[in-house]
């Protein structure tokens, strides 16, 4: 027995609510065309906000979505981050051209950590630029693990000075993913008009909660269609109550 969408509610969340947070994530490398399509099939079946898909599956992902409410997204200079701010213009440009509405660009790591701020600051900047005049969103991955507190604190600063509507704990593919203390960290950090996306290691429906309750707007999961079953099982009273102390996992090399 499950709720209906438009009705089922855990606490003060809503289906569409924690439906509508979701980025479902088709992003490892070894993912066949009918995985992808799947994908997208299964986020415009449960409606979630967007897929998240590579760069050469953008044009599949938008017209398989053409008429629903998911938007399609890719990444920008991903995993690393370490290619040039030309290259992930043109990157975002192409993404632009072929129907993405949402970018999630990697900044450069090693530039923040070498204390390069204003290169950091104009490398999104410059992204930004693109994504904005196109009436698309950019979210800034900072990949938490590699960095100092300090380090998370100045790159959500930077991210938000160079007009991002987002910052992102991870790619999902570096030895850690997202934890409930950066989510936290970086939701003190930035603006209240400043979403946060958590991404690696969120994989259930008490992680995803325990991360809303935070403040985050966005999740990166792969696990999508197990969290929503969950929580439309939960609503109907045939699953047990959120559990107390939810934690997000950290580690695991996938959102």
Partial sequence: ?????????????TYRDVAKAIDHSLLRPELDDRFVEDGCRLAAEYDVASVCVRPADVAR????????????????????GSHTTAT???????ALDDGARELDMVINIGALR???????????????????????IVKVILENCYLTDDEKVRGCRLAEAAGADFVKTSTGFAPGGATLDDLALMRRTVSPH???????????????LAVLELGVTRVGATATKAILDDFLARAAGAAPAVAAGATVPTGGAEE
């Fill in 114 to 136: 070498s204390g390069r701020d204003a290169d950091v600051e104009a490398d999104i900047a410059a992204v930004v630029a693109v994504g904005h005049e196109a009436g698309a």
């Fill in 61 to 80: 992902a938008v017209r398989l979505l053409a008429g629903t409410d998911v938007a399609v997204g890719t990444v920008v200079g991903f995993p690393h």
């Fill in 88 to 94: 992930k213009v043109f990157e975002a440009r192409r």
């Fill in 194 to 208: 400043i979403g946060v996306k958590a991404a690696g290691g969120v994989r259930t429906l008490d992680a995803l």
């Fill in 1 to 13: 027995m499950t709720a209906s969408r438009a009705t089922a509610r855990l606490g003060r969340w």
